[in-house]
T-cell receptor, first 111, second 111 residues
Framework: TQLLEQSPQFLSIQEGENLTVYCNSSSVFSSLQWYRQEPGEGPVLLVTVVTGGEVKKLKRLTFQFGDARKDSSLHITAAQPGDTGLYLCAGHALDDYKLSFGAGTTVTVRA | DVKVTQSSRYLVKRTGEKVFLECVQDMDHENMFWYRQDPGLGLRLIYF???????EKGDIPEGYSVSREKKERFSLILESASTNQTSMYLCAAGTPNSPLHFGNGTRLTVT
C-alpha cells in the first residue's frame, strides 16, 4: 500500500482540453511536491506546496494543497502535446524525513 | 543548477553478477538517494545517505548495498544480480526537506 495514491493512472486527452490529476493520502504531509518525468529522463520538480489550502500557478498548471494537508491536485488548462509525461506527487509525511512518491499519472496529449 | 550524473544509461547483466551503479552530484548536497522505478509502483527508496560513510535503509534494501566514500559520489551495489532487479534506477541529491534533483536514470536488465 502506497502512502500517496494518485489517480487516474493514465489520462489521454486532445490538445486544448483540461485535465486534473489527484494525489490523496490518509496521512498529513508537511509539504507536497509535484514532478514531471519525460521518457529517458529523471523527474524534474514543478512545484512545492507547504501551506494547507495553498494554490500555486505555473503558467497553465494550477496546483492545490488540501486544507488538511492530506491531498493535492494538479490542473492543466488547455493542455498541449508538450505537457505529455509522467506526473508524480511526492511528500514528507509528518515525522518522516523520507520523501514518499505516488505511483504516477501518465498524461498523453494528442495533437 | 544541480547536476546529478549517472554513469550508465543502459546496462545488461547476467544473473549472479555483481553490479555497480555510480552516481555523482556537483552541488555539495548532503543527502543522496537511490530509487528504483517500476510501472505502476512509482519510485521506491532503496537506500539513502546523509553524509560521507553514512547510509540508511530505505523501503526496499534487500539485495542491495551502497557506498559513499566521498560526498559527491554515491554507489549502488547489487551483490548478486537477479532478474527481479531488472528496473530503472534513479539517483537523486538534495538538502534536508528540500526537493530532489534526479539523474537521468540507469535502465538495468538482468538476464
Amino acid at each position: 500500500t502506497q502512502l500517496l495514491e494518485q489517480s487516474p493512472q493514465f489520462l489521454s486527452i486532445q490538445e486544448g482540453e483540461n485535465l486534473t490529476v489527484y494525489c490523496n493520502s490518509s496521512s498529513v504531509f508537511s509539504s507536497l511536491q509535484w514532478y514531471r518525468q519525460e521518457p529517458g529522463e529523471g523527474p524534474v520538480l514543478l512545484v512545492t506546496v507547504v501551506t494547507g489550502g495553498e494554490v500555486k500557478k505555473l503558467k497553465r498548471l494550477t496546483f492545490q494543497f488540501g486544507d488538511a494537508r492530506k491531498d493535492s491536485s494538479l490542473h492543466i488548462t488547455a493542455a498541449q502535446p508538450g505537457d505529455t509525461g509522467l506526473y508524480l506527487c511526492a511528500g514528507h509525511a509528518l515525522d518522516d524525513y523520507k520523501l514518499s512518491f505516488g505511483a504516477g499519472t501518465t498524461v498523453t496529449v494528442r495533437a | 543548477d544541480v547536476k546529478v550524473t549517472q554513469s550508465s544509461r543502459y546496462l545488461v547483466k547476467r544473473t549472479g553478477e555483481k553490479v555497480f551503479l555510480e552516481c555523482v552530484q556537483d552541488m555539495d548536497h548532503e543527502n543522496m538517494f537511490w530509487y528504483r522505478q517500476d510501472p505502476g509502483l512509482g519510485l521506491r527508496l532503496i537506500y539513502f545517505s546523509y553524509d560521507v560513510k553514512m547510509k540508511e535503509k530505505g523501503d526496499i534494501p534487500e539485495g542491495y548495498s551502497v557506498s559513499r566514500e566521498k560526498k559527491e559520489r554515491f554507489s549502488l551495489i547489487l551483490e548478486s544480480a537477479s532478474t527481479n532487479q531488472t528496473s530503472m534506477y534513479l539517483c537523486a541529491a538534495g538538502t534536508p526537506n528540500s526537493p530532489l534533483h534526479f539523474g537521468n536514470g540507469t535502465r538495468l536488465t538482468v538476464t
